[in-house]
Structures are given as structure tokens and as C-alpha cells.
């Protein structure tokens, strides 16, 4: 039995859901802009994982707020959330991504704020 987690804890989308709405936490979603811009949590800030890998900053409305970070299947957000804690910042990653936020029935909009769909 492993008494400790070897990386950043995970949540489920609709546990994601209420973070962002009650708790004050950023969904802070890691796709790439053509995956983002077919599809995503409406009040989700992008940050792509490439230029997080790359040194980018977090963008301003995620600074120093907790972090649910998600992805489109949940690979990319566990690498980001791991990337994040080792920067010190508070972040979880959504298990199953934006195809297991979309499945649960949650929102999901367009660069233009229509229905959106995942890429």
C-alpha cells in the first residue's frame, strides 16, 4: 500500500466544476489553441502546455489562485499540474479531461460562445 501520491492529485469534472464556481480555483486548460478554440469550459483560462514547458508564465487571471488543470484526456493536464506544483503553484488535474467534462454533461463553448465541441 503506497501511503503517498507521486504527483498532483486528481479530480473528477464535476468536482472540477464546483471548485471553479465555490472555491474560487482557475480551470486552467493546456490544449493546444486549435483544441481550445472548438472547444472548452466556458470561464476557463488557456495556458498551452507547450509554452508552459517552455517558461511561459501563467496568464494573469491564474496567477496566485488554485489551479484545476485539464486537458483533453487527462495526459497533458497531469503533466502541467505536475509542472505547476514544482513551481510552487496549487494545482489538480481533471481525470478524463475535456472528453470526460463534456460526458458528464457540463458546458462546453466555442472561440465565438456557441456550443462547442472537443478536438
Not at 36 to 50: E, K, R, T
Amino acid at each position: 500500500m503506497f501511503l503517498f501520491r507521486r504527483g498532483p492529485a486528481r479530480v473528477t469534472p464535476t468536482d472540477a466544476h464546483l471548485r471553479t464556481r465555490g472555491e474560487g480555483a482557475v480551470l486552467l486548460d493546456v490544449r493546444e489553441p486549435a483544441e481550445w478554440a472548438a472547444g472548452h469550459a466556458p470561464g476557463a483560462v488557456h495556458a498551452p502546455l507547450s509554452a508552459l514547458q517552455a517558461g511561459a508564465a501563467l496568464p494573469p487571471a491564474a496567477q496566485g489562485r488554485p489551479l484545476i488543470v485539464i486537458c483533453r484526456s487527462g495526459q497533458r493536464s497531469q503533466r502541467a499540474a505536475k509542472l505547476l506544483t514544482g513551481r510552487g503553484a496549487a494545482a489538480v488535474d481533471v481525470r478524463g479531461g475535456m472528453n470526460a467534462w463534456a460526458a458528464a454533461g457540463l458546458p462546453v463553448v466555442d472561440g465565438h460562445g456557441n456550443s462547442g465541441s472537443i478536438a
